[in-house]
């Protein structure tokens, strides 16, 4: 396959699997098409292109030429200079070729941009019946924190990296957290968990999580304990990063009871006990790892081909399909 057919099939299955309507990923698709349209010569100079089709900033091709054929990709939650050198050397000492370095966390201009998908959560929770005005004025606070939070960052050494030692380079990373969630929604839903031991063993049936336990990594209750009823599950998976920790009480006065997710802070946490939600952390690396399968799985399957995937950097690859 092409390197740029593996990324529009990806968007399109980020797309497929956002929790979102329909109707309001087009909205948004629209408006970016509508805004370039008044935009000058010299203004869309600067514009990026990619915004046209796909509405996850945090998600690029950050290296290399659209019409690269892949047969062979290492693959990774964090690939950075240390990885993208280690795949240096693996294509030096090997006769099978690596063709690209794939990344679940963003890096270069995806990193930078990050920020800009948070406004998912908006939509999300507005979904799930916080009032839209309460999503948007928190979530808006937040995201300025983050903005700033990426602002002294060094985003392009990575891609520097992959650039001087000419290896394209792509991550994939709310394609692959639409999919997890929407995973991990549909499930929840299915089985219908009564307690909070319920949900943990359901993910404990999960490959990606098995892994993760026998590292010693296993999905744990944070608030509330094995014999809470679950309530109404939120799967808070997608969207960037760790939304507003003020959100929590929204969220419960929405009727959600039961909050899975990647990782809490600490700040967060507290905030969600005192809002009295119980709380499970299913695992950061695993729930990434998770997603990312499920993406190159259903990538393989559109485009007809299968990827040779060397994992790395707490990634493996394990078909669902």
């Known amino acids: 396959m092409k390197l740029k057919d593996l990324y529009h099939q990806a968007i ?3 797309l497929k699997n956002d929790l979102r309507p329909k109707e309001e990923i087009e909205r948004l698709l629209k408006e970016e098409k509508e805004k370039y349209g008044k935009l000058s010569e010299k203004e869309k100079e600067k514009f990026d292109l990619d915004r046209l089709f796909n509405p996850y900033a945090d998600s690029r091709v950050l290296n290399g030429d659209l019409e690269t054929e892949i047969k062979r990709a290492v693959a990774g939650i964090d690939m950075e200079v240390g990885e993208i050198l280690l795949t240096y050397v693996l ?6 070729k690596i063709d690209l370095v794939i990344s679940h966390h963003p890096e270069g201009r995806a990193l930078a941009q990050l920020y800009q998908v948070m406004k998912l959560q908006i939509d999300l929770l507005t979904e799930a019946g916080v009032t839209p005005s309460v999503a948007e004025q928190l979530m808006e606070k937040r995201i300025g924190e983050v903005e700033r939070r990426l602002l002294p960052i060094n985003h392009h050494r990575a891609v520097d990296a992959a650039r001087v030692l000419n290896l394209p380079f792509i991550c994939l990373h709310t ?3 639409n ?3 929407r995973y991990l929604t549909e499930l929840f839903e299915k089985k219908k968990p009564f307690r909070l031991k319920e949900i943990i063993n359901l993910l404990e049936e999960i490959p990606e999580y098995q892994k993760s336990i026998r590292l010693g ?3 744990k209750i944070l608030s509330g304990s094995e014999d809470s009823r679950a309530g109404k599950i939120y799967v808070d998976m997608t969207g960037g990063t760790e939304g507003s920790k003020d959100i929590f009480e929204k969220q419960a006065a929405a009727g959600l009871s039961t909050l899975v997710g990647m990782h809490f802070s600490e700040e967060a946490l507290e905030m969600a006990k005192k809002a009295n939600l119980n709380i499970i952390v ?3 690396i695993a729930s990434d790892t998770l997603g990312l399968n499920l993406l190159l799985d259903q990538v393989e399957k559109e485009l007809g ?3 040779e995937i060397m994992g790395l950097s707490g990634f493996e690859r394990i078909r669902h399909m």
């Open 12 to 14: 399109e299955i980020g």
């Open 91 to 96: 294509n030096l000492s090997s006769s099978e």
């Open 175 to 177: 394609p692959a957290d």
């Open 282 to 284: 299913a695992g950061h």
């Open 217 to 219: 990594i296993c999905p």
């Open 305 to 307: 081909e299968k990827l």
């Open 179 to 181: 999919c997890v969630t």
